[in-house]
C-alpha cells in the first residue's frame, strides 16, 4: 500500500535535548512538508522541500532542522531551540508544490517535553 | 501574504438540519482545498477546488469556490453524526505553500 508513515507516534522529550522525528513516503512524490499542530490551532508550515537535497524554510522554522538526502525521507529535528515544543507534528507529500496536486498527510507525531 | 479565515469555529448541529461553513481568502488563490480531521487524528483531503464556480460533492457534503468574493463554502445535508470532526479549508496561489484556516470544529448532536 501506498502512503506516508511516521515514527514514533508518541515522543516524549526531556527539556535540553534533541529529538528527530521520521517521515518516509513511498508514492513517489518529489515534494514534502512538516507542520505543527497546537491544541485548537490549524496547520502551521516549518520546512519544505521540493525535490531532494533541497528544503525551504516555512513560518515556524526557528529550533527545528530538516534533511532531504532521499526523495521518500524527510526527517525533522526539534532542537533544544525550540522553546515550547510540545505539540502534534504533521509530514505531508504532494507530487509537486505549486501545482494542483492535493497534499496527503501521514498519521503524525505527538511530541511532549517532560 | 494569503491569510485564510474559516467561520465559525465550533459548530454544534442537530442530526438531520443543514450547515454551511464558510472560508475566507485575503488575496488571489488559485487552489482552494478543504480537509477532514478526526479528533487525534491526521487530515483526510475531501475537496479541491480549482476554478470560480467549481461546485464538488461527496455524500452529504457540499463544496463550492467563489474566486471574485474570495469565498468557498463547505455545506452540509441532513448532518449525521458520523460528520463530527474539524474541517479545515487551505488555500495556496502560484509557487506558494497550501495556507490553513485554523478549522471549524463540528458536532452533530441527536
Known amino acids: 500500500d501506498g502512503g506516508i508513515t511516521q515514527s514514533p507516534k508518541y515522543l516524549f522529550r526531556k527539556e535540553g535535548q534533541n529529538v528527530t522525528l521520521s517521515c518516509e513516503q513511498n508514492?513517489?512524490?518529489?515534494?514534502m512538508y512538516w507542520y505543527r499542530q497546537d491544541p485548537g490551532q490549524g496547520l502551521r508550515l516549518i520546512y519544505y522541500s521540493q525535490i531532494v537535497n533541497d528544503f525551504q524554510k516555512g513560518d515556524i522554522a526557528e529550533g527545528y532542522s530538516v534533511s532531504r538526502e532521499k526523495k521518500e525521507s524527510f526527517p525533522l529535528t526539534v532542537t533544544s531551540a525550540q522553546k515550547n515544543p510540545t505539540a502534534f507534528y504533521l509530514c505531508a507529500s504532494s507530487r509537486r508544490k505549486g501545482v494542483t496536486d492535493t497534499q496527503y498527510f501521514g498519521p503524525g507525531t505527538r511530541l511532549t517535553v517532560l | 501574504e494569503l491569510k485564510v479565515e474559516q467561520n465559525p469555529l465550533f459548530l454544534s448541529m442537530q442530526e438531520g438540519k443543514n450547515y454551511t461553513i464558510y472560508c475566507n481568502y485575503s488575496?488571489?488563490?488559485?487552489?482552494l482545498y478543504w480537509y477532514r480531521q478526526d479528533p487525534g487524528k491526521s487530515l483526510e483531503s475531501l475537496f479541491v477546488l480549482l476554478s470560480n464556480g467549481a461546485v464538488k460533492q461527496e455524500g452529504r457534503l457540499m463544496a463550492s469556490l467563489d474566486t471574485k468574493a474570495r469565498l468557498s463554502t463547505l455545506h452540509i445535508t441532513a448532518a449525521v453524526h458520523d460528520l463530527s470532526a474539524t474541517y479545515f479549508c487551505?488555500?495556496?496561489?502560484?509557487?506558494?505553500?497550501?495556507?490553513f484556516g485554523k478549522g471549524t470544529r463540528l458536532s452533530v448532536i441527536a
Open positions: 487551505a488555500g495556496a496561489s502560484g509557487n506558494t505553500p497550501l495556507v
Open positions: 508514492l513517489n512524490h518529489d515534494a
Open positions: 488575496t488571489t488563490s488559485d487552489r
